[in-house]
């Protein structure tokens, strides 16, 4: 393999760099047979991979990136190479003197005018969801607090950008607590953090929003669950929103079918919400006591008839069993208090998870911190169960 010492200088010229980008790429994506080219710069795979990787790093490179997504007809790996090379500049590389501060604007409307191009006829999903990235990087970049007011505003002139938007605004979050995200003080990811948070409220109305439209599918329905758990997870909501969201129902709702394509999303969902509010802070009594009984509701009800034939119904199984166990490991503070609330039940729904096989092995894993847990509840609810049944469970 060649050394670095081979590969030939970028040019400073943006219109030629351009080209020797085309080039370098038409050479990396096209059949081994054929990667022989008439250019001598680029007659090797590897030293036109090698210039690509050389090039990205290269301050020129957010010029020429930008013109290679102006390109018409061009080859869809060509847009996503230059969408990726941003997503790595605006998470690495905005403020290491390679950008004056005066054109970030330029280069945030410029990502935006790209991502609205491209999201009528995209040439590729991977193409929306990497300039998403590198959107959603920048926004924390620049401080742009306004980012989620600006999208839902573009989506009321512009209906048909509702899935390219909601995508970017699940983005945004995820991108937020990146730790690949470089900043030069944490306090800006803090601050962009809090931002996110004061728009929480318009965000869960907008996917109540979608949710509700009539043309809402299966593909816009697994979308709204994934913004929403992304947002859950990332965003520190205020409980009492998700307390009386419409979401939370609906994610239930979900739930109630374990043979819905999006089963999944929807465990996530509610996975998510009882891991980051737990029993213990006060401020989330209320969601807590909508939680319990809905999630009991779901070991009552559903899981017995899916528990009926486990072969059948593993990954809804693993789903319930997730959420169970959650429960449990959430809200401890309540399952052992004096109160009576009917521990006894998520005890024994623990217990028939623990049970259950799974390709040979237990769907839930018996030293997992809630199976560590049962010692103590059994003696602080003084269940009757032996002590040799305990030890064959840990």
Excluded at 46 to 75: G, K, T
Excluded at 352 to 364: T, V, W
């Amino acid at each position: 393999m060649s050394n670095g010492t081979d590969l030939p200088p970028h040019s400073e010229n943006v219109d030629e760099e351009l080209q020797r980008i085309k080039q370098a790429l038409r050479t990396v994506f096209s059949p081994a047979q054929s990667s022989q080219t008439s250019n001598p710069e680029f007659h090797q795979h590897d030293l036109a991979n090698r210039y690509l990787i050389s090039f990205q790093c290269n301050p020129i490179a957010w010029m020429v990136c930008d013109q290679l997504l102006l390109q018409e007809n061009d080859e869809s790996n060509s847009f996503f190479f230059a969408a990726q090379t941003l997503h790595f500049k605006c998470r690495e590389e905005v403020y290491i003197a390679q950008l004056p501060s005066n054109s970030l604007p330029s280069l945030r409307d410029s990502l935006m005018n790209h991502l609205i191009r491209f999201a009528v006829k995209p040439p590729s999903t991977a193409l929306i969801t990497r300039l998403c990235m590198a959107l959603a990087a920048l926004a924390v970049q620049i401080n742009w607090t306004s980012i989620i007011q600006d999208l839902l505003e573009n989506v009321k002139a512009r209906p048909e950008l509702g899935p390219v938007i909601l995508e970017l605004i699940q983005l945004i979050p995820e991108e937020t607590c990146s730790d690949r995200l470089y900043l030069p003080t944490e306090k800006m990811r803090y601050d962009f953090r809090e931002s996110l948070r004061l728009f929480s409220q318009q965000t869960l109305e907008f996917l109540v929003h979608i949710m509700k439209l009539p043309n809402a599918n299966i593909l816009h329905q697994e979308r709204i669950l994934k913004c929403f758990h992304s947002w859950v997870r990332n965003v520190d909501i205020p409980p009492v929103l998700l307390q009386s969201s419409a979401l939370l129902e609906a994610s239930f709702q979900v739930l109630t079918n374990p043979n819905a394509n999006i089963f999944e999303p929807a465990v996530d969902v509610v996975v998510e919400i009882l891991r980051q509010y737990g029993s213990e802070p006060r401020s989330h009594a209320g969601l807590v006591q909508k939680m319990i009984p809905m999630v009991m509701h779901l070991g009552s009800t559903i899981f017995p008839t899916v528990l009926s034939a486990p072969e059948e119904n593993e990954d809804a199984l693993r789903g319930y069993c997730r959420i169970f166990t959650e429960l449990g490991e959430s809200y401890m503070s309540l399952i052992v208090s004096h109160e009576e609330m009917n521990q006894i039940q998520l005890v024994e729904l623990i217990l028939k998870c623990s049970s259950i096989p799974d390709h040979g092995k237990l769907i839930l894993h018996p030293y997992s911190t809630f199976c560590r847990s049962l010692q103590e509840l059994f003696s602080i609810l003084s269940i009757s169960l032996t002590f040799q049944k305990l030890q064959i469970l840990l």
